[in-house]
């Protein structure tokens, strides 16, 4: 026998060393084989006496010793092995015993060495260090908690970013669409263009933390709270950020749009398209939600818009028939027959006056309805002599500008009177007007593509006054015209045509 095999397998092997005739007779001798197989029979039928199945869980130390009693062992060499095999079995017991001793009794304390509790003091602190920064961190969480300056990162320095490396969409971002390909940017530069990018598209959204939150746009701000202040833009030049269109997530529309506006006193806009189905997005910039949508049937919207309190909507169709459009309480109320039966008219655009109390409804007829916005019910009709293309209030409300034709007409809203007029400039057709914040300038687009700018204050009693300022830029039709809350920027534009679209730049001073 092999000490390896005993070690590695843990069985016991006997090995008879004896000559077959020398073996011990047993219970099969193995001469008379008669005899034995009646003997061997015999064995093989179920004991009577008891039923009870053999105890599988004995320990292997205790099968060999009974194989060893079975079998006597007859040599020197068996003997040592059988020796061997019991040293080991008193070594396993003893190790055990050991092992089930020790549980349950409590483990004792080694001493730490100089070198474990130097570390812990580097890592941790002393234990009066821990218990004190325990103690000042629960006094910190009971005061207000203050914005720590970030820290700098010397490997920002040794950091490369390939431009060529960037998305189109990146580049565009950090204004990086002119950059040559082969320009390498470090991480400092990198952070500061992703800060210039981030400033510039949340530009006036800084005071974010100061609204109230008391507003819901999902209720349709029961409120008249605004949001934020209109601060003057940064004079030089003019850097425009592209974000995530309004209705990008909208798969309900499938025709043009006609109307796109901005609640007076939310982030909700509102998009009417001729199909008639009006749309109210919550506008952020990102996800810029749906919160309602509503389909006017049989009615294509030419105008849809907020009036100055933004609790409802008013939207046109070419028709006699108009709606308005309660936010609050969810319900539309139409309005059919606004001067009678006897006459039929159909409406496409209107102008709220500022204060809210009128509404100015043209027609194709040069008619002009002045319409209550309270109780919805006609006021007075002014006439004109040609069709009404774009009407403007002042902002007091006080009075009311109409293009028509080649002429301009300002009305007196309390005697409901003319009382002046002028021709614009070099049009053959007036088609869009618009008046600045705080009736600095009178802006008039023609049906050749010129914008005339007039100053109110220098129009006096002359029929033919000259404009301060006049942009030829577009080649088509201009179709609408705005300025920004400053008087800084005027937009105008032309649908007919892709491209048709230009900004002008004026250097003044805010008028809020």
């Given amino acids: 026998l092999k000490q390896r095999n005993m070690e590695e397998t843990g069985s016991l092997f006997f090995i008879d060393t004896q000559p077959v005739s020398a073996k011990p007779k047993g219970k099969y001798s193995g001469n008379d084989h008669k005899s034995d197989r009646k003997r061997f029979q015999s064995d093989r039928s179920p004991h009577k006496e008891s039923k009870q199945t053999p105890d599988r869980s004995e320990d292997i130390y205790d099968r060999n010793a009974k ?9 020197k060499e068996a003997r040592g092995a059988q020796n061997k095999i019991e040293a080991l079995r008193e070594k396993d017991d003893q190790k055990i015993n050991e092992v089930f001793g020790q549980m349950g009794k409590p483990k004792k304390q080694t001493k730490k060495s100089s070198e474990e509790t130097q570390l812990e003091k580097l890592v941790f602190g002393a234990e009066e260090e821990v218990i004190e920064s325990i103690r000042s961190k629960s006094k910190d969480e009971e005061e207000p908690r203050r914005r720590k300056a970030a820290w700098e990162d010397e490997d920002d320095e040794v950091v490369q970013i390939p431009v060529a490396s960037l998305g189109d969409k990146r580049k565009v971002d950090l204004k990086l669409t002119t950059a040559p390909d ?18 510039l598209e949340n530009q006036g959204n800084e005071d974010w933390a100061t609204i109230p939150t008391s507003v ?71 996800k810029n939600e749906l919160i309602n949508a509503i389909n006017f049937k049989k009615f294509s919207i030419t105008q849809a818009g907020f009036n100055p309190e933004g609790s409802e909507i008013l939207l046109m169709g070419n028709s006699r028939q108009f709606y308005f459009y309660n ?5 539309a109320l139409p309005v059919d027959n606004l001067i009678g039966k006897a006459k039929q008219e159909k409406y496409k655009n209107f102008e709220y006056a500022p204060n809210g109390e009128l509404i100015a409804i043209p027609n194709d007829n040069g008619n002009i309805h002045l319409v209550s916005g309270k109780y919805k019910t006609l006021i007075h009709t002014l006439r004109v002599n040609d069709p009404v293309t774009s009407i403007q209030f002042t902002q007091d409300s006080k009075q009311m500008y109409a293009a028509a034709g080649r002429e301009v007409y300002l009305f007196d809203v309390g005697t409901r009177r003319c009382v002046h007029r002028f021709y614009d400039e070099g049009a053959v057709a007036t088609t869009t007007m618009s008046l600045s914040p705080g009736d600095h300038y009178l802006s008039i687009g023609s049906n050749v593509g010129v914008v005339n700018v007039y100053d109110p204050s220098k129009i006096g009693n002359s029929q033919n006054p000259k404009p301060i300022k006049t942009f030829d830029n577009l080649l088509t039709s201009v179709t609408n015209i705005k300025f920004n809350s400053t008087n800084q920027f005027m937009l105008f534009n032309s649908a007919v045509g892709k491209g048709q679209i230009r900004m002008v730049i004026f250097q003044v001073e805010n008028s809020s």
Avoid: C, W
């Fill in 327 to 331: 936010l609050l309480g969810n319900k």
């Fill in 216 to 286: 819901d746009d999902r209720d349709l701000l029961r409120s008249n709270v605004k949001l934020r202040t209109r601060d003057a833009f940064p004079s030089g030049d003019v850097q425009m950020i592209r974000v995530k269109d309004v209705n990008k997530n909208s798969a309900m529309l499938t025709t043009s749009i006609m109307s796109f506006q901005f609640h007076p006193n939310s982030r909700i806009s509102l998009v009417a398209a001729s199909d008639g189905i009006l749309q109210l997005f919550q506008v952020d910039g990102t």
């Fill in 67 to 75: 194989k060893s009693k079975q079998h006597p062992v007859h040599t």
């Fill in 182 to 199: 082969d320009r390498v940017l470090t991480g400092t530069e990198y952070q500061s263009q992703l800060r210039k990018s981030h400033a």
